[in-house]
């Protein structure tokens, strides 16, 4: 079992990483492929991969395509920082709700331990 103050270095340990993710980027990249017929030719080439992030805004899905490489990296990134954060703060919320019950039960056996009072009834 871990003790109040492992837990709260864990927090902390987590709060730095929260600190350290400076761009996120909700959403995913996919690759698309068109079939196109060239000039003269009647089977379709397959032409691709364009990558396109999207993403969900409102009640609506928002494409951006990604047409260069330096594009495509800082977006793949931006997704893998996105996944960590949530990670992060997945691994904070169970981590603050054990602490919380620790307290809890730590604060029920010291009412449980309190001596009685030398107080006699008069």
Do not use: W
């Not at 893998?80 to 169970?94: G, I, M, P, V, W």
């Amino acid at each position: 079992m871990d003790s109040l103050q492992q837990l709260e270095a864990q927090r902390l340990v987590i709060l730095d990483s929260l600190k350290s993710i400076r761009s996120v980027r909700r959403g995913s990249i996919t690759e698309q492929f068109f079939p196109v017929r060239r000039q003269g030719q009647k089977q379709k080439v397959r032409r691709g991969p364009y990558y396109v992030f999207t993403r969900h805004q409102g009640s609506k899905t928002v494409s951006q395509r990604l047409t260069t490489p330096e594009a495509l990296q800082q977006a793949r990134e931006d997704v893998e920082s996105f996944k960590r954060f949530q990670a992060l703060c997945r691994d904070y919320e169970r981590l603050t709700e054990k602490l919380g019950a620790l307290e809890r039960e730590t604060a029920q056996e010291k009412k449980r331990l309190k001596p009685e009072s030398n107080k006699t009834g008069k």
